[in-house]
């Protein structure tokens, strides 16, 4: 599986910006998608998955009610859409996918760097 981001960039806080996750290759054997984040100097986060049909989501705390996560089955895409930006929120944002049969996300985009200005 492929995956590759995009929509990333700098806006200011309050702001919105719409990342995409474009996926190829054996989408099949998908269970979820998901997206994470990593900030300067620390580890990586969940932030939000969604379901292979896009049935169920789940998001962290931190992003419930600002962040939704959707998806597009006909063209292979997850979309993360941010609202209301704080700049708690800069940090380079990866898709990855958690295959069927399997407990951690395997597969991983090359992330997309967002920054939020205060």
């Known amino acids: 599986v492929q995956l590759v981001e995009s929509g990333g960039g700098l806006v200011q806080a309050g702001g919105y910006l719409r990342l995409s996750c474009a996926a190829s290759?054996?989408?099949?054997?998908?269970?979820?998608m998901g997206w994470f984040r990593q900030a300067p100097g620390k580890e990586r986060e969940f932030v939000a998955a969604?379901?292979?049909?896009?049935?169920?989501?789940d998001y962290t705390y931190s992003v419930k009610g600002r962040f939704t996560i959707s998806k597009d089955n006909a063209k292979n895409t997850v979309d993360l859409q941010m609202n209301s930006l704080k700049p708690e929120d800069t940090a380079v944002y990866y898709c990855?996918?958690?295959?069927?049969?399997?407990?951690?996300?395997?597969?991983w985009g090359q992330g997309t760097l967002v920054t939020v200005s205060s």
């Open positions: 990855a996918v958690r295959p069927v049969g399997k407990a951690r996300y395997d597969y």
């Open positions: 969604i379901s292979w049909r896009g049935d169920s989501t």
């Open positions: 290759g054996r989408t099949s054997s998908t269970y979820r």
